[in-house]
């Protein structure tokens, strides 16, 4: 069982910057692979980013690549999504979430969602 919670959500001008943080309590971080997933207001919930198990490999949406940034730390049991240069269209609720996979997925097939933390970008 992993629990996640996620932080870092706010108001932001176009262009600026933000950091997501995603702490998971449970056993076995590390045998996890975590994603970042997005949905905006009467979307479908959209992939955003993926990172293995070690953190060795990482896999991007077209929309964020160049601009986002995934990373962990295992120590701190701990994912994070670095957002740079932030768009209006960036604005939604931002996922994390947990699957004991070697697969790279992108669509929500993952094992434990956190709750949510709300990203609005204004233009």
């Known amino acids: 069982q992993v629990q996640l919670v996620e932080s870092g959500g706010g108001l932001v001008q176009a262009g600026d910057s933000l950091r997501l943080s995603c702490a998971a309590s449970?056993?076995?971080?590390?045998?996890?692979?975590m994603a970042w997933f997005r949905q905006a207001p009467g979307k479908e919930r959209e992939f955003v980013a993926h990172?293995?198990?070690?953190?060795?490999?990482?896999y991007y949406a077209d929309s964020v690549k160049g601009r986002f940034t995934i990373s962990r730390d295992n120590a701190k049991n701990t994912v994070y999504l670095q957002m740079n240069s932030l768009k209006s269209e960036d604005t939604a609720v931002y996922y994390c979430?947990?699957?004991?996979?070697?697969?790279?997925?992108?669509?929500?097939?993952?094992?434990?969602w956190g709750q949510g933390t709300q990203v609005t970008v204004s233009s």
């Open positions: 979430a947990a699957a004991q996979t070697l697969r790279i997925m992108i669509t929500p097939d993952y094992d434990y």
């Open positions: 449970g056993r076995a971080f590390r045998s996890y692979a």
């Open positions: 990172i293995s198990l070690s953190g060795g490999n990482t």
